[in-house]
């Protein structure tokens, strides 16, 4: 596996552009100090779903809550991790991951014996 870290917002969103990272983890106020005009937040947001759906992107935040499904799925992320709680990242980033892989394994499986992938 290999880590890319950006210097910028400016560089996140060239990297990704030319890039499908597997895991995204994402600062909310990164470049910004706004996290609702967040640039690579709203490039992500617009990426096509079978680009989005093979990435699970992280945001981190002091808003909301680790864990808000609901607030994930309307920020189009699969996991909020609370500023709060990153003494328990590593913990809170596999379980992340293992609900990610059982929820989309039918979904994938399904699409694989219709032929769309």
């Known amino acids: ?6 210097a ?3 560089d996140a969103l060239k990297k990704c ?5 597997d895991v995204v983890i994402l600062n909310e106020h990164f470049g910004t100090e706004n996290p609702d005009a967040n640039d690579l937040m709203i490039y992500l947001g617009a990426l096509p779903m079978t680009t989005r759906r093979q ?3 992280v945001l981190i935040s002091d808003r909301f809550r ?7 799925f309307s920020r189009s992320v699969n996991l909020i991790i609370n500023l709060k709680n990153m003494d328990d990242f590593p913990a809170i ?25």
């Open 8 to 10: 910028d917002a400016r």
């Open 17 to 21: 552009r030319f890039h499908v990272y």
């Open 66 to 72: 680790t864990m808000d499904n609901m607030e994930a």
């Open 1 to 6: 596996s290999q880590i890319t870290e950006a």
């Open 93 to 117: 980033l596999k379980k992340g991951l293992v609900d990610h892989s059982a929820f989309y394994q039918i979904f994938k499986e399904s699409l694989l014996k219709m032929g769309k992938i």
């Open 55 to 57: 990435m699970f992107v």
